[in-house]
């Protein structure tokens, strides 16, 4: 009994419907085991950046001499951008193997483990939307009109790191050595990410590379241009956000329907 | 409407022990030099044939690795069968392991919410059937503890009574009743009646051939992944306690 693909579609998404409340539970459940039995609880997801944010501007502008003008606000507009990105695919990258108890032993859509971590990922990353506010404040950067395209940019980044964080999980279901180059790997992304650094005290191969080929940095360099430079995002950042967004993502999904069949036996 | 729940023609369930075991570079590379190395084939099930009729009761028999809770997976639809095809009209409540959807760093009440979420329930059904679910499981005084720290026959409780809160169309129950004292497997066996009358069809394994005896009218006998027997329970039962 073969489906159509319009069947296919039709059946995923009622049966998504029904195992809303599902998600909206798992979602919930990790934010409250995060901060459970803990003095100050949720405040912690605004507090943690907000510190991070002191020591590094501490360490980079007192002890290295940056010339950065308006340091925490360069740091945190694309440190923010770039731990989304990192956080929520390795979050994802685990979801499938660390619920495998879940999946063998009752009936719920395999997919509904990396979807409920991304989701708390974008809750967190709203508190740090928060944390980032007090930031401008404190340091009079009064946002620009220029704002109103930073949803845009958000929504290229959850695209791509969704269709990320889905190819790592399935990944890690098949090689469980994937967390391990993962890790590795963003010990190199972040120092190639330029969150800390002036893109310009690279050298001009360097920059070209990085501005071409490193999609975590397209969303720190617009996050940065709306945010501390007041202008709008260079167009062809823009495009190249939508178009990794919308690779990945595919790309995603296709791994899904790809390991749906015999994940089970590995999970 | 045809009054047959649950169809299963010619079903086989394949594992490659090859895939299973701990994978390592080391073998790896041996595979890719060695062909029968990367393929090591087990039918769990070999050509299953069974047709189940709603309101039925079942019990499943047979010894440690024959197949028994392959078979409740691929009914689930935990698993899908190799060859042959698994036809099921209705909703089903799995109980494979009891407390299996359990987190054990919610509370007893958060985990009720959850594992009804797991079975499918809205939330308005799990809130209807909250109260129920208490008394049934009587963990009153402990619901706001961490679930970690409940004994086994408490999680055991609490497990079965959100299973069977909501009337599902098949109860499927694997090994449930162990860990619990014999007035609780009373009350258990008295609600799976109760949800039989109500015209659940019930799948039940247990190695405790009174309890089968007691709440199934129809056992299968299964060995090897194959099927030795099939009929009232009475003779199945006999035959298997006979081998």
Redesign the interface.
Known sequence: MELTFKQKVQLTVTNGL??M??LK?LIS?DL??KY?QSLLGYAWCVLNPLMVMIIMTIVFSRMFHNKIQNYPVYLFAGRMMYTFVTGCAGHMLTSITENG????????PYYIFPLASMGSSVVNFLFQLIAFALVLIFTGTFPSYHVVLFPVVCLEMFLFTFGLGSLLGVCQVY??DTKYIYTVFTTAWFYLSVLFYPLTSLTLTMQRLIRNFNPAYYFVEMSRDIFLYHQWPRPMMLLRGGVVGVVFAVLGLWAYSRAK?NM???V | MSDTIISIKDASIR??LA??KD?NLKDYVEKLFHKEKRFQEFFALKHIDLQIKRGESWGFVGRNGSGKSTLL?MI?????PYTGEVAVNGT?A?L??LG??F?N??TGR?NI??NG????M??KQVMDYFDDIVEFSELEQFLDVPVKKYSSGMRARLGFAVATAARADILIADEVLGTGDRKFQQKCEARMANLLSGGTTLLFVSHSAPSVRRVCQKAMWLDHGEIQMVGPTEDVLTAYENT
Do not use: C, H, S
Not at chain 2, 76 to 80: A, D, N, Q, S, Y
Not at chain 2, 117 to 120: F, K, N, T
């Open positions: 029904k195992y409340p599902l539970n459940r409250k085991k459970r108890k879940l999946m063998r032993k009752t009936r719920v090689v469980r069949k089970i036996l590995y | 594992f490659n895939m299973q994978w997976k689930t639809g935990i698993l899908r089903v799995p494979l392991e299996a959807g987190d760093d919610l958060e919410m959850m979420l797991i079975l499918g809205t939330k």
